[in-house]
């Protein structure tokens, strides 16, 4: 045993804790345990990344559902890694490089990719460092890298397998092009930013007839170089005349068809559009419909190519966009120009406007692999919680888009396809088996060129829940911890890497990925803004730990663990956590201070004497069943809350305050039980809250454990709930709610603390008098009356059945007290008045930020609960 320090250090114990812990072993999984096992995949964190509140919530919520597991008795895997982060990690070296006055192409493949990897060795774990001072057990000796060799082997072996079953595709089709990072990206690595743009309404002149024309809107007419056709609704009969018709395109003169196709809204602009089929994903539907041309007229910088007229080509989009438009005015061709708010892609990585382009791209034919991760989810082999979120999974996987996993980068898993003299494709897991089918295919040796495009950093996350178990190979921890049992990650990525992952898993291992996926909240300001740098409203994690304890920060992210889509963080709910770890330290050291110690085999629900000691331990048991139940439901708000009550409120509020006397007394036999009962509570809250907090429970466990207890509180078993004395609860708490009912009187007239106030009391029921006979002291005591005589126009409290009559009118200032109640009345009216005045405001609820709006309608709420308090206190005066 040791003795606990006057206050909780927390930078003294956490790195000596969790050293120890690592020490010891306690994060490491057994494969060969007999033990079931219980395993979580940590969504690995880019090797560029520093921790931030959505990763301190995801593993947190993790933390807390592996050490409760473990405490059940279960071997469990936290499986733990990084992710290479293809375009995040190129874009910041080639930074670090262009600060130095090189570049990556001027340097060559090999040697570019031999700078990212000292970056990655140099830098790359830093996010680990970050992550173990949240205190959490992942087996880190398993760690895995998403470009390590043996996940390298299965991204290979997964391509390979997908492209013989014709799963996997190379395809010219549209891609969204990133002009700045010079690669494809995904459709869902594209962010919809609303622009103020413009609307250019365009004549083209009949081929037939120059004198007649047909006007096209359209917001981008730098691409009318690439037009191969104007479409209109077949039934719209402004237009019928004039299908199979031609036009003429303005600048260049080349003649292209009027088509009919459901495409164009015969009530959005003037109901005809421009086709341009290498530009447009919309039109690339209409061109493979009516088997039309694809001219691409920019290059990959964004600049317009050879297929422009001379005067344009080399131009930027923007420089030639506005080249046109002067050169239709000139041929007055230009109808009208009107603003257009819409949305233009952006890359959500380089921040730049993304330019639909054809090219050359792999691409995964998502639709067949969805059926299987759909109906997983759809039969309950997979379940989310909150359930809601299978709606946008199914929504997603529904309507899914072949997938496009080519990146025009040089750092990520490398397109294993090798390209023979005539351009021939070999897809093999190796280049010498590339070679070998390539001298079988021409009956000699050739030169094999591999291709220069990379994997999407995605491809290889979808294989992380069973790559990381020793896939392709048959280990024994494929065998025993997949499929997983909870994967934890927010709604934003539900797209990118769960239903990957689901179909990944279903198509190669045949079994889903993990039976349970977690959706957990996003993190909000205290006002309800998305937090972001430019704002100045972002949390640091990692400030808050050095400030407060990780222990602070565990507690206040699971009480934010609802299950809905955001919740609101301050600094004050940290604070609010960081008081709570306190005063657990502080009724700890109380307890140290009484010689409280744990007696072997005392259960005081079995042999406590004390009505007291019954019902702390009643109201332990309800607890421990509570916390128990809603960690096996994923409720760790609510398991949170709960702890927080029952150590804040029952036990230092009620339970401490209760015994004092007896600590303090003369009966040797009651102290010891209650010694005894006070040790038991103690362990039972510790262990409970060891998942959340387990720093502050172990470094309190130290000082407690016996010899032969286990040194750490997560090496203990978890509790099972034992029978309650409902009896000796309802007693307990009914002295409660009259000790509470009559200080909150007290408070409301504003009687001073030291004022012994008489009292009489009177029953209806014959056990709430029973309690009182047994507990009188202690009310006397904690609410400051005296039961002692007679009282003259008391004022009424009332518990249960029973009445308190309380002598408050002969220790207080009658009309002072009605006068300082009638200010608060009328300021608290004045109040309300403006807040009401707000809400009815047509004008202000239309203006005004949702945060804003909620703000005030609390406020209202608030305000009237205070004035009814206010005018009950002016009617007792009366």
């Not at 031999?114 to 680990?128: L, N, P, T």
């Not at 421009?274 to 039109?283: L, S």
């Not at 005067?311 to 046109?324: I, N, S």
Request: hydrophobic share 40%.
């Amino acid at each position: 045993m040791t003795t606990l320090t006057k206050n909780y250090e927390h930078q003294d114990v956490q790195e000596k804790l969790y050293e120890s812990w690592s020490k010891k072993g306690l994060f490491s999984c057994n494969p060969l345990s007999s033990k079931e096992p219980f395993t979580i995949m940590m969504p690995p964190p880019n090797v560029t990344g520093n921790l931030h509140l959505g990763h301190a919530l995801t593993y947190t919520i993790q933390d807390v559902l592996l050490r409760y597991q473990r405490m059940k008795g279960k071997d469990t895997l936290y499986q733990p890694g990084t992710d290479h982060a293809g375009i995040a990690t190129q874009m910041l070296v080639e930074r670090q490089l262009n600060s130095d006055g090189l570049n990556r192409h001027e340097m060559g493949r090999e040697k570019f990719l031999s700078h990212v990897w000292a970056w990655k060795e140099k830098y790359g774990s830093a996010i680990v460092g970050q992550q173990k001072k949240m205190g959490i057990t992942a087996d880190w000796e398993r760690s895995r890298f998403t470009m390590d060799e043996g996940l390298s082997e299965a991204v290979r072996k997964v391509f390979v397998e997908l492209y013989k079953q014709k799963l996997i595709y190379r395809d010219k089709r549209l891609v969204n092009w990133d002009c700045k990072l010079l690669t494809a990206v995904s459709d869902l690595e594209v962010e919809e930013k609303e622009i103020k743009g413009k609307m250019y309404y365009i004549r083209y002149p009949l081929v037939s007839d120059a004198s007649k024309y047909i006007v096209v809107g359209t917001t981008r007419p730098e691409t009318l170089f690439g037009d191969v056709a104007v479409a209109v609704h077949p039934d719209d009969e402004r237009y019928q005349a004039l299908i199979g018709k031609f036009v003429r395109i303005p600048l260049n003169g080349r003649e292209i068809p009027i088509v009919g196709d459901e495409y164009p809204d015969p009530e959005k602009g003037t109901g005809a559009v421009k086709i341009t089929p290498a530009h447009d994903f919309n039109d690339f539907e209409v061109g493979v419909r009516h088997d039309l041309d694809k001219i691409i007229v920019m290059d990959i910088h964004g600049k317009m190519n050879e297929n422009c007229p001379a005067e344009y080509q080399g131009l930027d989009r923007f420089d030639a966009r506005k080249k046109v438009i002067e050169a239709l005015e000139g041929l007055e061709c230009l109808e009208k120009v009107e603003d257009h708010k819409h949305l233009v892609p952006h890359g959500d990585r380089s921040g730049t406007q993304l330019e639909p382009r054809l090219t050359d791209q792999w691409f995964v034919d998502a639709e067949v692999l969805a059926k299987k991760a759909l109906e997983a989810v759809e039969t309950g082999e997979t379940v989310f919680v909150p359930d809601n979120w299978k709606h946008t999974y199914f929504e997603w996987l529904r309507n899914i888009r072949p997938w496009c996993i080519s990146r025009q980068i040089w750092w990520g898993h490398r397109v294993p396809a090798w390209y023979g003299p005539d351009g021939k494709v070999f897809v093999c897991e190796t280049e010498t088996q590339a070679h070998s089918e390539a001298n079988q295919c021409y009956g000699k040796s050739v030169e094999l060129t591999q291709d220069e495009d990379v994997l999407d950093t995605w491809f290889s996350s979808a294989l992380w829940p069973f790559s990381t178990l020793g896939w392709p190979e048959k280990t024994i921890e494929l065998d025993r911890y997949y499929s997983t049992d909870v994967l934890v990650t927010g709604f934003d990525i539900i797209f990118f890497w769960v239903a990957r992952m689901m179909m990944m898993g279903m198509h190669f291992m045949g079994k889903v990925p993990f039976k349970v996926v977690y959706i957990h909240p996003l993190i909000r300001d205290e006002k309800g803004q998305k937090m972001s740098k430019t704002k100045g409203n972002v949390i640091d994690p990692l400030v808050v730990i050095e400030q407060y304890g990780a222990d602070a920060l565990r507690m206040t992210l699971s009480s934010l663990a609802v299950h809905g889509r955001d919740v609101r963080m301050s600094m004050d709910k940290v604070e609010s956590s960081r008081n709570f770890v306190t005063k657990l330290w502080n009724a700890a050291k109380y307890a140290q201070m009484h010689n409280v110690r744990l007696i072997k085999g005392f259960n005081p629900a079995a042999t406590a004497k004390l009505t007291v000691n019954r019902w702390i331990a009643g109201m332990c048991e309800t607890v421990t069943q509570e916390v128990t139940a809603n960690l096996d439901e994923y409720k760790l708000h609510d398991a949170a809350s709960g702890l927080y009550a029952i150590v804040r409120n029952t036990f230092c509020d009620w339970y401490i305050e209760f015994t004092k006397t007896i600590l303090n007394g003369d009966d040797e036999e009651a102290k010891a039980e209650t010694r005894a009962t006070m040790a038991w509570v103690l362990k039972r809250l510790l262990v409970l809250l060891q998942p959340i907090m387990p720093y502050v429970t172990d470094e309190i466990w130290s000082a407690f454990r016996q010899i032969d207890d286990p040194e750490f509180l997560v090496e203990e078993s978890w509790p099972a709930a034992s029978e309650v004395d409902h009896s000796s609860v309802k007693e307990m708490e009914w002295i409660s709610q009259a000790i509470t009912a009559i200080r909150g009187t007290r408070a409301e007239l504003n009687v001073p603390v030291a004022t012994i106030v008489q009292a009489q009391v009177t029953f209806e029921n014959q056990e709430e008098g029973n309690y009182f006979q047994r507990n009188q002291s202690l009310i006397e005591r904690l609410a400051r009356v005296t039961f002692s005589g007679k009282t003259e126009k008391p004022l009424n409290v009332i518990v249960g059945q029973a009445v308190f009559n309380l002598n408050i009118r002969d220790v207080i200032d009658l009309d002072a007290e009605r006068s300082r109640l009638e200010k608060e009345k009328t300021k608290v009216m004045a109040d309300l008045k403006v807040v009401t005045s707000k809400l009815q405001n047509e004008d202000f609820v239309a203006r005004a930020p949702a945060e804003i709006i909620n703000e005030n309608k609390q406020r209202e709420v608030d305000l009237n609960g205070k004035l009814k308090k206010i005018e009950n206190s002016l009617l007792q005066l009366n």
